[in-house]
């Protein structure tokens, strides 16, 4: 990735809270527990997801900076919106939680030199990852979520006319 393309991804990063503040401002507070169907998370669940993923990529991208080659670990997402029980979390505050771990990264990425991006973590799942795979990973990852929120938000109005 040459530093124009890491600086327009970086921004795209930085984004994503408002993006996903412009996403489900078009859905309606009362379908946000609706599930599409069994093993399927509802839009509620997405939310929560988003700030638990967010807490490991605040740890990952500083692992990467700090500890570069460190081993990070993964987590089972399944047993994580079933076990914590997402259903019973404050989207409100996963948001929040969110958004100010997105800006403490964001502000961080925007100040680090050129040669910190090559820096690398070992993911269990993902092998060797540079801190600008991280950063793509991220971000897509936050695309990935409001697409299926799009989907849940659809299969909810079909089901409700």
């Known amino acids: 990735m040459n530093d124009l393309e ?9 984004n994503a809270y408002y993006l996903l503040c412009d996403t489900i401002r078009d859905f309606p507070r009362e379908m946000w527990d609706y599930r ?8 509620h669940e997405i939310l929560v997801h988003l700030a638990d993923s ?11 900076i700090a500890e570069p080659g460190s081993a990070v670990i993964a987590y089972d997402q399944e047993a994580w919106v079933n076990e914590l029980n997402y259903r019973s979390h ?18 961080l990425l925007r100040t680090l030199p050129e040669g910190a991006f090559q820096n ?4 269990p ?21 409001l697409e299926q929120m799009g989907r ?9 006319k």
């Open 36 to 43: 599409p169907d069994q093993g399927q998370w509802s839009i």
């Open 90 to 107: 404050n989207a409100n505050d996963a948001m929040e939680l969110f958004r100010w771990l997105r800006v403490m990264s964001y502000s």
């Open 120 to 123: 690398t973590i070992n993911h």
């Open 152 to 160: 849940v938000y659809e299969n909810w109005r079909n089901r409700i």
């Open 125 to 145: 799942e993902h092998g060797i990852m540079t801190l600008d795979d991280l950063i793509v990973s991220y971000v897509t990852h936050v695309k990935k979520h």
């Open 6 to 14: 890491r600086k327009q991804k970086i921004e795209e990063f930085g």
């Open 54 to 64: 967010e807490v490991s990529g605040y740890v990952r991208y500083r692992k990467a």
